[in-house]
């Protein structure tokens, strides 16, 4: 089996459903079902044996070590983390204690494992750290992509903490010999994201007749990766990424906020038209993000060159696909939208 952290969370949860739709090997799910993870997420597994989950945090060692030790997984996939920007400037303690604290426990207790694995079992095994695009900084309009030799420059103190396990991970290869993979990603969207974000939270404040704020200019350009291309693209360097190397992960989609709104706007009105008007009128433009990141672009020809992976969708199909799931899904948004969800919402946009 594989163990997978952060498995109830939006790029989790679509990496277990992928998983399992298409092998046989089992997934151990281990989360501690912050805010933003949701086991609702899940729900198609209930009465799956092939899906373990285990509430719980990847800060808990002794858990880690008996879980490891009880289910012997051939691989950790780590997506567990506080992942919002916005959040982590509200709040940077969170993200030091996960991203960078849990990090380095998972870490240490994969290493204590690996080295109680003998022959095949030890050659195989796998720890696949998933990271983000952001911890290279900010590009200008003519910089080339992101390539994975590009200096880490994070500004956010959620870059800052993926960018220290980052490192932490390639430590623990260079020095202890674990046998680590890294992605790092851009802008994930897809079914399941936690409408906080970008794209999903335009959906929901569309819907409900709401403002859509756009922060600063909106000029801000991001490379948009549909989910399920990203988790495809982590299936492929699990499967044949050279060890100790990380690979970029990227949609060739690079966009600038304000039309990634106007898209979902569109889409919106062709789909469920409003009878008060072009969705478009609600675009609110607000005080931008403290240090803001400009552009983000990814050069995703190493994980092409070497695994042969490019993503399947395009932003015009992705964005459809998603647009039409949440949708479908009005109750999935209903109760993720429920009890701290408002707290977050007035915290980030009342004082904007
Ligand atoms: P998410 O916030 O939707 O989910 C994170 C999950 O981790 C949640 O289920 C949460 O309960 C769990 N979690 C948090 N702290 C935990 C802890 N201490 N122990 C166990 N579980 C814990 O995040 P996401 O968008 O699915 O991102 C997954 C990973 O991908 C993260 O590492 C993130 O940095 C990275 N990433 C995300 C994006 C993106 O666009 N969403 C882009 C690049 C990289
Ligand atoms: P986000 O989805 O938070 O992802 P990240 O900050 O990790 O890129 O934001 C994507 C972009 O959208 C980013 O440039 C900030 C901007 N944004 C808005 O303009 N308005 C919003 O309400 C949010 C949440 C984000």
């Known amino acids: ?13 679509n990496f277990v459903l992928d998983w399992l739709a298409q092998s046989d090997e089992p997934v151990l799910n281990l989360d501690a079902l912050t805010y933003a993870g949701n086991l609702a997420n899940l729900a198609s597994l209930q009465g799956n044996s092939r899906h373990v989950f285990v509430h719980g945090d990847i800060g808990d060692r002794a858990l880690v070590d008996q879980l490891l030790s009880t289910h012997q997984p051939r691989a950790i996939v780590h997506f567990a983390a506080e992942s919002h920007v916005d ?9 030091m204690k996960t991203n960078v604290e849990g990090t380095f426990n998972l870490l240490e207790a994969a290493r204590a494992y690996w080295g109680t694995l003998q022959g095949e079992a030890r050659a195989n095994f796998r720890f696949h750290h998933v990271s983000t695009d952001e911890v290279y900084g900010s590009l200008k309009p003519t910089d080339p992509p992101f390539a994975e030799t590009n200096p880490y420059e994070p500004n956010s103190p959620y870059s800052a903490s993926k960018a220290a396990s980052d490192h932490l991970v390639r430590a623990w290869h260079h020095t202890y010999g ?23 939270l335009m959906i929901v404040n569309a819907l409900a007749g709401r403002p859509l704020p756009v922060y600063g200019d909106g000029q801000q350009i991001r490379d948009w990766l549909y989910v399920k291309d990203h988790c495809s693209g982590i299936r492929a360097v699990l499967a044949g990424g050279r060890l100790g190397e990380t690979y970029n992960i990227g949609g060739w989609n690079e966009m600038a906020n304000i039309d990634i709104v ?16 072009p969705y478009a009128r609600l675009i609110t433009y607000v005080t931008d993000r403290p240090g803001h990141d400009r552009r983000y672009a990814i050069d995703a020809r190493k994980i092409e060159r070497e695994l042969g992976w490019r993503p399947a969708e395009t932003f015009e199909t992705g964005i459809r696909k998603t647009v039409q799931w949440y949708l479908n899904h009005a109750e999935w948004v209903a109760q993720v939208q429920s009890g701290a969800y408002k707290e977050w919402v007035a915290a980030n946009y009342q004082a904007r």
């Not at 089996?1 to 949860?13: E, P, R, Y």
């Open 1 to 13: 089996m594989i163990l997978v952290t952060g498995g109830a969370g939006f790029i989790g949860s």
């Open 87 to 95: 959040r982590s400037i509200h709040g940077p303690g969170a993200f």
């Open 178 to 200: 674990l046998p680590v993979l890294t992605t790092n990603c851009s802008n994930n969207y897809g079914p399941y994201h936690f409408p906080e974000k970008l794209i999903p």
């Open 262 to 277: 106007k898209t979902v706007c569109k889409l919106l009105d062709e789909l469920r038209p409003d009878p008060a008007g």
